[in-house]
C-alpha cells in the first residue's frame, strides 16, 4: 500500500493535465483565423463596414465634419475575433463600399491597412486578438492631401 502522500502526488497530477486538456480545448493554437465575418446592418460610418460583434468604445472615439463636408474620424472598435479574420474583413468589404487600396504594412502585431477614395484617406489598424484578448479596430479618415503637379496656367 501506498503511503497517502503518493495518492495526493498522483491525483493532482491527474487534475493538472485535465486542466492544461481543457485549457488548450479552449484556446487552440488558432492562428490561421476561424472564418469569415459579417458586416453589421448599422454602422457609425455609412462607407466604412465594422464586422459584427465589434462595438464602438465611445470614451476613445471622436469625429468632426465641417461645413463643406470634409470629416475626420478617429473611430476605436472592440470585439471578438481572430485579427487575421479581420484584415480580410476589411481587405475584401472596403472596396464594395468604394475604397482603393493603398497600403499594408505589419509591425509590433499591428495591420494598418490605407485607403483612398474621392477626397479622403482611410486607415484601418487591427490590433490585439490573442489567445483570450479582444481585437481592437481603429479607423480613422482625414481629407487627402495630394501633392501633384502643379495645374497648367493659361498664357
Not at 490585439?128 to 501633384?148: D, M, Q, R
Request: charged share 20%; hydrophobic share 30%; aromatic share 10%.
Amino acid at each position: 500500500m501506498q503511503p497517502r502522500n503518493g495518492k495526493n502526488r498522483q491525483w493532482i497530477g491527474l487534475c493538472l493535465t485535465g486542466l492544461l486538456f481543457c485549457l488548450f480545448a479552449l484556446v487552440g493554437c488558432n492562428t490561421g483565423g476561424s472564418g469569415e465575418l459579417q458586416t453589421q446592418a448599422r454602422t457609425h460610418v455609412s462607407d466604412v463596414p465594422v464586422p459584427t460583434g465589434f462595438d464602438l468604445v465611445e470614451k476613445r472615439s471622436r469625429s468632426y465634419q465641417n461645413q463643406t463636408g470634409l470629416r475626420w474620424v478617429d473611430y476605436l472598435y472592440k470585439g471578438p475575433g481572430d485579427k487575421f479574420d479581420v484584415i480580410r474583413f476589411y481587405e475584401k468589404q472596403m472596396t464594395t463600399y468604394h475604397w482603393n487600396p493603398q497600403t499594408q504594412q505589419t509591425a509590433q502585431g499591428q495591420t494598418s491597412l490605407d485607403f483612398e477614395k474621392e477626397h479622403e484617406r482611410c486607415r484601418i489598424t487591427v490590433s490585439g486578438g490573442g489567445a483570450l484578448a479582444s481585437t481592437y479596430i481603429h479607423v480613422s479618415i482625414t481629407p487627402a492631401t495630394h501633392v501633384g503637379p502643379p495645374a497648367e496656367t493659361k498664357k
